[in-house]
Nanobody, 133 residues
Framework: VQVVESGGGLVQPGDSLRLSCLVS????????IGWFRQAPGKGREGVSC????????WYSNSVKGRFTISRDNTKNTVYLQMNSLKPEDTAVYFCATDPRNALRFVAAGRLCTIDGYFDDDSWGQGTQVTVSS
């Protein structure tokens, strides 16, 4: 399994970015996926997760209405569209996947707010997003 994030960069407040997460080694399908981030000096937090169990999507309150998670199964890729970016969005963004389909019964909110659901080998290396004027 290989997970590679891309699309990060340095942008100004109010700008947009689209992060991509290219997955190889298994078929993404409708398995659970998630985007997380870690800001300097802070712990990792869930940004958005998409569950297979009930096909729902969860967003953290800090990004709700600005970020959108999606997938393109023809490209085996997960996306995170980020609009109206703020300086507090500055972080390394990570994609997490579920190659073994072990999370098919877990709700989106739990995937994003409780540590340990996504296996250690199912994460990418992260992509840096910096929002600064």
């Amino acid at each position: 399994v290989q997970v590679v994030e891309s699309g990060g960069g340095l942008v100004q407040p109010g700008d947009s970015l689209r992060l991509s997460c290219l997955v190889s080694g298994f078929t993404l399908g409708d398995n659970a996926i998630g985007w997380f981030r870690q800001a300097p000096g802070k712990g990792r937090e869930g940004v958005s997760c998409l569950a297979k169990s009930d096909e729902t999507t969860w967003y953290s309150n800090s990004v709700k209405g600005r970020f959108t998670i999606s997938r393109d199964n023809t490209k085996n890729t997960v996306y995170l569209q980020m609009n109206s970016l703020k300086p507090e969005d500055t972080a390394v963004y990570f994609c997490a996947t579920d190659p073994r389909n072990a999370l098919r019964f877990v709700a989106a909110g739990r995937l994003c707010t409780i540590d340990g659901y996504f296996d250690d080998d199912s994460w990418g290396q992260g992509t840096q997003v910096t929002v600064s004027s």
